[in-house]
């Protein structure tokens, strides 16, 4: 049975794969992008939880990151796009289906990677904070 730590990142990773773009978790760069873009999801740290004792509860604030990268001769609007495509499926659920509190996007800080002999890549990383409890901070 996963811990509810897995269950809410499986379920941010299968919110992201519902997107045009492809959707990897914990993966490296693929030597191409795909036409539609590439979003790859990063586990992230819990940190240190607050604890509540009655009853004995955990609060995470954990920080995951979704590694955003478009490729081809228009890639701010293809970049624009996903962006706004990964924020409206993140807030038409901030609860991910009730396994956590809440999920929390921050701004993208873009980039543009030049690769030699192709078009570059615009690329950011997108930090994300879940907030959920468990009952142990090994599950």
Not at 6 to 22: G, K, Q, V
Not at 49 to 59: A, N
């Amino acid at each position: 049975m996963p811990t509810p730590r897995e269950t809410i990142l499986s379920a941010l990773h299968a919110r992201l794969s519902a997107l045009p773009a492809t959707a990897l978790r914990g993966e490296v760069l693929p030597e191409r992008v795909p036409a539609e873009g590439l979003l790859i999801l990063r586990d992230g740290e819990p940190g240190e939880p607050e604890v509540t004792l009655s009853p004995l509860r955990f609060h995470y604030q954990h920080r995951t990151e979704i590694e955003t990268v478009v490729q081809g001769a228009d890639r701010d609007a293809a970049f624009d796009t996903l962006c706004a495509n990964i924020g409206a499926a993140l807030a038409t659920d901030r609860t991910l289906g009730g396994l956590c509190d809440w999920v929390e996007t921050e701004a993208p800080r873009p980039v543009d990677l030049p690769v030699e002999g192709a078009a570059s890549l615009k690329a950011a990383v997108i930090p994300v904070v879940l907030f959920y409890a468990t009952s142990d901070p090994l599950l």
